[in-house]
């Protein structure tokens, strides 16, 4: 199995003419992804990549109504308007790649996608890869998608870099992926480390899980809360990348839009204190990881 994609995920491009949209186009074709259509607003009757494109999401329904994934790679302002033309059209799942996303769009989307039960990762997710099966996004690139290799491990990730560093690291100790999320670090995101365990919690492949945080929001302390109530129990080994911002002054701001220090709040000590009062096995650098995983796996 796997979560979120599959063999059997149809996929939309909100924004299949632009420079990354038909990059993202021709890779997912490359590597077996079922794209039906995509979308531009006044580009209807062309192709990219032999696929056709409409105008609105719902005249793409109408051609093709097994469309179950929608791929937004459309300007920031754009966003909001993208995402709920696919919600109120039912796609039931979202990946949302654009970065600089305003916060009020991603709160009106983020609300609009639980009341009609839709799934969003993003913003500014590099995508979703089930290894062998399909990848939606931009993850997995034509230079590196042999390091995703099929395995039990499920990786979630705030760092669209570190979804391929992770598969390098797993591969050289042979293990392997059943999926790889790149949940984006937005402050305001559709899915966060929970939402997506929660997932893997419920998939037969997967064994155990590897997830990357940052400083910033508070999504680790979360995944700390739901491990210590035994709402996860499948081992999870953590790395949390910033151990130096605590020299940084109050309020810094990151490089992603959801790293911010802020009077201790989602810093990268409170992290690091609340997973392991919660016991979850934590990783000091990347390399480390395959070898926790192996003990906890008991795989010689």
């Known amino acids: 199995m796997s979560i979120l994609i599959n063999k059997n995920t149809k996929v939309l491009i909100q924004g299949i003419t632009g420079a990354e949209g038909s990059r993202a186009c021709r890779e997912m074709i490359e590597y077996g992804t079922k794209i039906l259509a995509g979308v531009r607003p006044g580009a209807s009757g062309e192709f990219v990549e032999g696929v056709p494109v409409y105008d609105t999401v719902e005249e793409a329904l109408k051609h093709y109504p097994q469309i179950n994934t929608s791929l937004i790679i459309v300007p920031a302002k754009n966003v909001k308007d993208a995402a709920l033309e696919s919600i109120f059209a039912g796609v039931p799942l979202i990946n949302i790649l654009t970065e600089y996303v305003p916060p009020i769009d991603s709160s009106i989307i983020v609300a609009w996608a639980r009341k009609y039960k839709t799934r969003i990762v993003g913003p500014s997710s590099i995508g979703i890869i089930s290894p062998g099966k399909s990848k939606v996004g931009s993850i ?20 669209g870099g570190m979804t391929a560093e992770l598969a390098v690291v797993l591969g ?7 999926t790889v999320v790149g949940i984006g670090a937005d ?6 480390f929970v939402d997506i ?26 995944v700390a809360e739901y491990v210590k109530k035994k709402k996860i129990k499948k081992p999870i080994v953590a790395l949390i990348g910033g151990k130096f911002t ?11 839009a959801g790293a911010i220090v802020s009077h201790g709040k989602g810093g990268y000590n409170s992290k690091i204190k609340a997973l392991k009062e919660s016991g979850i096995v934590l990783a000091q650098t990347p390399e480390e990881i395959p070898f926790l995983l192996k003990k906890m796996l008991q795989i010689k």
């Open 140 to 159: 997995g690139s034509a230079e590196i998608r042999h390091v995703f290799k099929k395995g039990s491990i499920g990786v979630i990730s705030k760092s």
């Open 197 to 222: 365990l929660e997932l893997f919690e419920k998939d037969k492949q997967t064994k155990a899980v590897v997830i990357f945080g940052e400083v910033g929001g508070v999504s680790e302390e979360r």
């Open 187 to 192: 402050t305001i995101c559709g899915s966060d």
């Open 172 to 178: 050289k100790e042979g293990l392997g992926e059943s």
């Open 246 to 256: 605590h020299l940084l002054p109050s309020g810094t701001v990151l490089g992603h």
